[in-house]
């Protein structure tokens, strides 16, 4: 069965760090690019981040662009997502979602983490 | 970025009625729209892309249509499992941008 787990999130103060995983299971990881999205609390869909299927380039909507850090490791068909200096508007449940082949939809989506970022 | 405007924002309707969503972009996207449908506390799921194709194993109630700004998705007979929030998606321009969401309820 192909599948997308995530965890690591839980509660952060605003400031901290949290490092998100997300483990592949049932394709070719090594295959395919990487993604997270996130979604506020009762709100919509929104595009965090992304890393090619040999992770050699990375992109970062603005919104994390020099906080968050994206990588993978194919040996271990595991996708992360480095969290820093996270404010309360990064609180959300996370999403790591798999690229299509042909590079232009989400195919597949894990369950979510959630992060809260509260004092 | 590419805004992605939905309509409406949030619909009832009844078990067997044909259900129209609209989703504008703000410039021309091509066909690089996707339909994702997400049920309340969980993932989003893919049901069409580039416009109009039918993800494998969606049923064949759901279609899509539309290129450049104006798209449309439709559910061609609704079902009470059809309940959830509708985003579309496009892939044109980074970052990927989704609309805001299209509520849908049973009357």
């Known amino acids: 069965e192909v599948q997308l787990v995530e965890s690591g999130g839980g509660l952060v103060q605003p400031g901290g760090s949290l490092r998100l995983s997300c483990a592949a299971s049932?394709?070719?990881?090594?295959?395919?690019?990487m993604h997270w999205v996130r979604q506020a609390p009762g709100k919509g869909l929104e595009y965090v981040s992304a890393i090619s299927s040999n992770g050699g380039s990375t992109y970062y909507a603005n919104s994390v662009k020099g906080r968050f850090t994206i990588s993978r490791d194919n040996s271990k068909n595991t996708l992360y997502l480095q969290m820093g200096s996270l404010r309360a508007e990064d609180m959300a449940v996370y999403y790591c979602?798999?690229?299509?082949?042909?590079?232009?939809?989400?195919?597949?989506w894990g369950q979510g983490t959630m992060v809260t970022v509260s004092s | 970025d590419i805004q992605m405007t939905q309509s409406p924002s949030s619909l009832s309707a009844s078990v067997g009625d044909r259900v129209t969503i609209t989703c504008q972009a703000s410039q021309d996207i091509s066909n690089y729209l996707n339909w994702y449908q997400q049920k309340p506390g969980k993932a989003p799921k893919l049901l069409i892309y580039d416009a109009s194709n039918l993800e494998t194993g969606v049923p064949s109630r759901f279609s899509g249509s539309g290129s450049g700004t104006d798209f449309t998705f439709t559910i061609s007979s609704l079902q009470p499992e059809d309940i959830a929030t509708y985003y579309c998606q496009q892939y044109d321009n980074l970052p990927p941008t989704f609309g805001q969401g299209t509520k849908l309820e049973i009357k």
């Open positions: 049932g394709f070719t990881f090594s295959s395919y690019a």
């Open positions: 979602a798999r690229g299509s082949l042909s590079g232009d939809a989400f195919d597949i």
